[in-house]
């Protein structure tokens, strides 16, 4: 059906950010696919050390989901902040990954986490990682006759620590800036730190070089405190009605600092 249209149809798979751009009369595709009745879509399923989510899984369900919740603690706390209580129970992962609103939380933890998609179209199956996939504001590599049908997340081990902070103007109300970080180590060392931004840029982006301080000198005050300024210049913001450029990347050094303080609490207290 996507083919048929030659580009011009849209995917519904919650609705949750296309009824508004269709409302707004800021898209006008000439037809709808609803997925919504594919049930083989919406699944949760841990394989090999991997979780496996089907594209339609509703984020209530994933919310409360006890596999997410022990086996992938940072999109369960991810979960929690996205939209409402309405929005969560018919928005999708995979609808909000395929928007890939560079705001939005989903983004971010599958950056993070350095996850990837399962992609499905006329020619077949294909595997996208998460650096490949979103391309810029509402836009990735994903054909326009392709449907994006599961995403796949690492584990975490035993006693990592994870966080995700973020602020916005009000609850439910898209993030200004946002903060996913999983840490793997011990009471002495961090071994592994991975921490992405979300509404710093056109995409989400890993903080590398963030990451290296603290894998390389720990997770002291200094440490940390030295690895939140280093975040701040790795961004490049934007300005607009919601804050400035300078504001965003000030708040980038703070969150990134509010969660690596959070997630190494809890890797230490593991």
């Known amino acids: 059906m996507l083919a048929r249209y030659g580009g011009d149809a849209k995917v519904l798979a919650g609705g949750q950010s296309l009824m508004p751009l269709l409302n707004f009369r800021l898209t006008r595709p000439a037809a709808l696919v609803d997925l919504n009745r594919i049930s083989a879509l919406a699944y949760v399923r841990e394989d090999d050390g991997r979780v496996r989510l089907g594209a339609m899984t509703r984020q209530r369900t994933i919310e ?4 997410v919740r022990q086996r992938l603690p940072l999109l369960a706390e991810a979960t929690a902040l996205v939209g409402h209580l309405p929005i969560r129970t018919r928005g999708t992962i995979g609808g909000s990954l395929a928007h890939a609103d560079p705001s939005a939380e ?74 996913a970080c999983s840490l793997v180590g011990d009471a002495s060392r961090c071994t592994a730190a991975r921490i992405a931004v979300a509404g710093a840029g056109s995409v989400p982006a890993r903080l590398r070089a963030a990451e290296d301080i603290v894998e390389r000198d720990g997770l002291s005050e200094a440490a940390i405190d030295a690895a939140a300024r280093r975040a701040a210049e790795l961004v490049d913001p934007h300005d607009d009605l919601h804050a400035s450029a300078a504001y965003r990347r000030n708040l980038t050094r703070v969150l990134t600092g509010r969660a690596l303080r959070r997630a190494a609490a809890r890797m230490q207290a593991a």
Request: hydrophobic share 45%; no cysteine.
């Open 64 to 67: 409360f989901s006890p596999v």
């Open 106 to 179: 989903y983004p971010a933890v599958l950056t993070a986490l350095e996850g990837r998609v399962t992609v499905r179209g006329p020619r077949g199956e294909r595997v996208v990682r998460a650096d490949e996939l979103f391309q810029g504001p509402l836009t990735t590599s994903l054909a326009s006759d392709e449907i994006l049908v599961e995403v796949d997340l690492p584990a975490a081990p035993v006693g990592a620590g994870f966080a995700f902070e973020e602020l916005s103007r009000r609850h439910g109300d898209f993030a200004i800036v946002g903060i």
